[in-house]
Nanobody, 130 residues
Framework: QVRLQESGGGSVQTGGSLRLSCAAS????????MAWFRQSPGREREGLAC????????????LKGRFTISQARDEKTLYQKTLYLQMNNLTPDDTAIYYC???????????????????WGRGTQVTVSS
């Protein structure tokens, strides 16, 4: 069973930075795709960045290079991995709950869509003030 736990959210001012982490356990192999999504009140959950099952990194075009996704595997156990999202130059429009997602196999254009992922964390709140 895959477990995902986000952390690193908080409150920052416009122009600030945050680094989100997602501790993942139960990731059985390197083909698991992992991604970051976010959802703000009244809006649909949207994909931000992913590392798909072939190792390809994709970003939502609207991010314009402000966010960077990366991952690290715990060398002591093959079943734990941490996914990161470095977020720079934040604006109030970035205020949302940020979610980590994973799935055994995701590639192609659907890699930033919510329906492609079967496992989700509970999210971490990011609030950006002006």
């Amino acid at each position: 069973q895959v477990r995902l736990q986000e952390s690193g959210g908080g409150s920052v001012q416009t122009g600030g930075s945050l680094r989100l982490s997602c501790a993942a356990s139960g990731i059985l192999n390197d083909f698991f795709a992992m991604a970051w999504f976010r959802q703000s009140p009244g809006r649909e959950r949207e994909g931000l960045a992913c590392i798909d099952s072939q190792g390809e990194i994709k970003y939502a075009e609207f991010l314009k290079g402000r966010f960077t996704i990366s991952q690290a595997r715990d060398e002591k156990t093959l079943y734990q991995k941490t996914l990161y999202l470095q977020m720079n130059n934040l604006t109030p429009d970035d205020t949302a709950i940020y979610y980590c997602a994973a799935d055994p196999w995701v590639t192609g254009a659907k890699a930033l869509t919510t329906t492609a992922y079967g496992d989700w964390g509970r999210g971490t709140q990011v609030t950006v003030s002006s």
